[in-house]
């Protein structure tokens, strides 16, 4: 309802960007964002206080404690963090149909299209999931499940990269 206010709506507060991809985009924006700062506040907390005190006693000024010291330690955890919301917002559907993803496309979209004025529908996966598997034919339903695989294969890849950049900040503290 947020993004459907401030970035859809033509008068009042909103920004009357219509239903567009940018609206749509924003939207999801602000949806990770929550996640993505709890995440790092997390992350951040978890810092030895001894980290810190050590770097000021050997006279570092507070940025390069907090560049060289705390990010760099705090760093596996940001970025599970925001990998984590973005693979979240991957599925979300019900968000982006309030804001006008709610047409079937059977063309190959152009992606600068929404930036000049051209043909602005857009969808999710989900919803033309749907659409695909609504269809009567065969071909459609296979389609379907292509991209039902396909969702679930990209979801797989953005938690596994967490999971190795995760291991890669870890190793690099620790070295």
Same mark, same amino acid.
């Given at each position: 309802?947020?993004?459907?206010?401030?970035?859809?709506?033509?008068?009042?507060?909103?920004?009357?960007?219509?239903?567009?991809? &940018?609206?749509?985009?924003?939207?999801?924006?602000?949806?990770?964002?929550?996640?993505?700062? &709890?995440?790092?506040?997390?992350?951040?907390?978890?810092?030895?206080?001894?980290?810190?005190?050590?770097?000021?006693?050997?006279?570092?000024?507070?940025?390069?404690?907090?560049?060289?010291?705390?990010?760099?330690?705090?760093?596996?955890?940001?970025?599970?963090?925001?990998?984590?919301?973005?693979?979240?917002?991957?599925?979300?559907?019900?968000?982006?149909?309030?804001?006008?993803?709610?047409?079937?496309? &059977?063309?190959?979209?152009?992606?600068?299209?929404? &930036?000049?004025?051209?043909?602005?529908?857009?969808?999710? !996966?989900?919803?033309?999931?749907?659409?695909?598997?609504?269809?009567?034919?065969?071909?459609?339903?296979?389609?379907?499940?292509?991209?039902?695989?396909? %969702? !679930?294969?990209? %979801?797989?890849?953005?938690?596994?990269?967490?999971?190795?950049?995760?291991?890669?900040?870890?190793?690099?503290?620790?070295?």
């Amino acid at each position: 309802m947020f993004g459907l206010a401030i970035f859809v709506k033509q008068s009042g507060f909103g920004l009357g960007l219509g239903p567009s991809v &940018l609206a749509a985009g924003l939207t999801m924006g602000v949806m990770a964002m929550p996640i993505i700062v &709890l995440a790092g506040q997390e992350a951040l907390r978890s810092v030895p206080r001894s980290l810190r005190e050590s770097a000021y006693g050997v006279g570092c000024t507070r940025w390069q404690v907090t560049k060289d010291h705390v990010l760099p330690s705090a760093m596996p955890g940001i970025m599970t963090g925001t990998i984590l919301a973005m693979s979240r917002i991957m599925g979300e559907a019900a968000p982006l149909v309030v804001v006008g993803a709610t047409a079937m496309i &059977l063309f190959d979209p152009d992606p600068l299209a929404a &930036l000049n004025g051209g043909n602005v529908n857009f969808t999710v !996966i989900p919803i033309q999931i749907y659409f695909w598997t609504a269809e009567p034919e065969h071909a459609w339903h296979s389609m379907a499940a292509a991209a039902s695989i396909a %969702l !679930i294969c990209l %979801l797989i890849a953005m938690n596994s990269i967490a999971i190795v950049l995760r291991q890669h900040f870890r190793k690099r503290l620790k070295a």
